[in-house]
């Protein structure tokens, strides 16, 4: 992790938190007072505002956002909204870092949130990968100026048709038919 939080400011947060705003899901406050009461397990917690790519994720809305009460992700097993489970994880894994992400209103200006928000390390990406995504950003790219291309290729089409220009429809239209071929030549068509 970059950013170092201590036990003392993440139970310092919560109180907070819980003092001023209201949980959707009334045992997710639980865990939450549960998580402040064990400092074994505060110490291997980490609030975190992007937390897709973790292993172990609890993610706890506050009354005042449209989002799920309560998340729980657990690499290679169902999310479930039961906090039970998460309490049980708890339990039996303390020892492993937990990511908590927490919506509530303001979230994004909030200072409190912000002082105990942690960011990941950056991890340096696979080449492979990296080498895919390339690919994957250039097709992307390609497909969309060729959609561009047949766009304006078909409006000119349209113009031609719409002034009842003979001769321009032609020409738009012999355009269109080429592109449209140059398409498919790739693909042995």
Known sequence: MGTIVSVA?????LRWF???YDLQSREAEMLLRYMMTRENVLQRVHFVDNFRHFSRVIVISTTCVHVAPFRFYRRNKPVTTDVE??????YQHPDEDIYVGLFFKERSTCPEFAAVLEEPARTEMDPAVR???????EWVIDQALRAHCRKQLMKAVDEALDSGDRTAFIIASKKLIE???SELAPLGI
């Open 9 to 13: 400011e993440k139970k310092h947060f």
């Open 18 to 20: 819980l003092a001023n």
């Open 85 to 90: 489970q998460a309490f049980i994880d708890l």
């Open 131 to 137: 080498e895919l995504l390339s690919l994957q950003a």
């Open 179 to 181: 592109f449209d071929q």
